[in-house]
């Protein structure tokens, strides 16, 4: 490995020290992670002091790689048990191809003494996870639901057609605003019973309403840790993009970008709570619970009402049945589905009691 090379590996007490110090985000064009990112891992109600947040390779001052993991609490048979969920594995293009990355990887399970889980990861690294030691816990569809042809994911697609974009715009607003109001048709009538209160944190009541719904899932909930994960903080709004002084991985700013926590209400009764990141009119499901199979459709309504009323493009959920209550209720211009892997190390695969993850557990984005 390149003698310049620098491995550093930074717990939540050097993390804070870091951003005291404007560290990686000082007259660098690329910091790895966003500084509210960092800010928010700090502030997690089960990271310690010592506890491991991230690993990087630096050379010449400037980040080459970096593995991001973020503590967390499972159920096992024995109580609850930590482990770090790796959620980012990154290297530089110049040092793909080197022994840097699994170098890297490994100093991550050295310090996490195996406790690692990953929820998904990308094809591309099929055959490395082959040879490593990890179990599959589960195989799952991670779906798209595009509501409006989105020049970005037709251009990527066909490279020559950026030429085009004008065009391309034309049809996208056109398109989104055809399907906005089919949609808008089919759910008038079945949402105006309904009140919503947008939640900054959990009350009581909502807390209350979610806890048994999330008894079976394989990250143990707490409402500070709720609270935590849809945290505001954590996304930061730039609307000036091209002013910013540094570009990140990990990044959590858009030039519009917020999280919406929806408590739906029937009859004065809470009937479900609905969570999703929308980043610049791609929408990312976190939390979609009903109190019963009789209230998701209704659930249902409530999603796409908002996702209308945001002029969203396209959303990404795991959700299996809110899928098939789309497909089978909802305009929409194509889907994509794609099989996502979820990994175990074998030091702690033996200690999964509950072995199916939900959208809401190791949901980071």
């Known amino acids: 490995m390149n003698k310049g090379l620098e491995i550093i590996t930074l717990t939540k007490s050097q993390l804070i020290e870091a951003v005291e110090e404007n560290l990686y985000w000082k007259n660098q064009e690329f910091s790895g992670f966003s500084k509210n990112k960092a800010f928010w891992i700090i502030n997690s109600p089960r990271i310690a002091d010592n506890d491991y947040c991230f690993f990087l390779a630096i050379e010449n001052s400037k980040i080459v790689a970096l593995i991001s993991v973020i503590p967390d609490l499972i159920k096992s048979e024995s109580g609850l048990e930590k482990v770090y969920w790796m959620t980012e594995w990154w290297v530089n293009d110049a040092f793909e191809k080197t022994v840097l990355p699994t170098y890297l990887f490994s100093e991550a399970l050295k310090f996490t003494k195996n406790r690692i889980l990953i929820k998904s990861y990308a094809e591309n690294a099929n055959d490395f996870y082959n040879k490593q030691p990890f179990e599959p816990i589960e195989k799952r569809l991670r779906h798209t639901i595009f509501l409006s042809l989105n020049p970005?994911?037709?251009?990527?697609?066909?490279?020559?057609?950026?030429?085009?974009?004008?065009?391309?715009?034309?049809?996208n607003t056109l398109s989104l605003n055809i399907i906005a109001l089919s949609n808008k048709n089919k759910i008038r009538s079945k949402v105006g019973d309904l009140n919503?209160?947008?939640?900054?944190?959990?009350?009581?009541?909502?807390?209350?309403?979610?806890?048994?719904?999330?008894?079976?899932?394989?990250?143990?909930?707490?409402?500070d840790y709720i609270d935590w994960h849809l945290d505001c903080a954590q996304y930061l709004n730039t609307p000036l993009q091209n002013k910013t002084t540094f570009n990140a991985i990990i990044r959590?700013?858009?030039?519009?970008?917020?999280?919406?926590?929806?408590?739906?209400?029937?009859?004065?009764?809470?009937?479900?709570?609905?969570?999703?990141?929308?980043?610049?009119?791609?929408?990312?499901?976190?939390?979609?619970?009903?109190?019963?199979?009789?209230?998701?459709?209704?659930l249902a309504n409530v999603l796409i009402e908002h996702l209308i009323d945001l002029k969203v493009s396209h959303i990404f959920t795991e959700n299996q049945e809110l899928v098939h209550s789309i497909k089978n209720r909802f305009s929409y211009i194509f889907m994509h589905s794609s099989t996502k892997t979820a990994l175990a190390h074998k030091d702690l695969y033996t200690d999964l009691y509950f072995k199916e993850i939900r959208e809401q557990d190791g949901h980071f984005i």
Not at 152 to 171: G, Q
Not at 197 to 222: G, V
Not at 270 to 277: C, K, P, T, V, Y
């Open 152 to 171: 970005d994911s037709i251009i990527a697609k066909f490279k020559f057609l950026k030429r085009f974009r004008f065009f391309l715009n034309i049809a």
């Open 196 to 223: 919503y209160e947008y939640l900054t944190k959990l009350d009581a009541a909502t807390w209350q309403f979610i806890a048994p719904l999330c008894n079976t899932d394989l990250i143990y909930k707490s409402r």
């Open 252 to 298: 959590g700013y858009s030039k519009h970008i917020d999280v919406f926590k929806i408590k739906v209400i029937k009859d004065g009764e809470i009937i479900g709570f609905i969570s999703f990141l929308n980043f610049h009119g791609e929408v990312y499901l976190k939390y979609f619970l009903a109190d019963c199979e009789s209230n998701f459709e209704i």
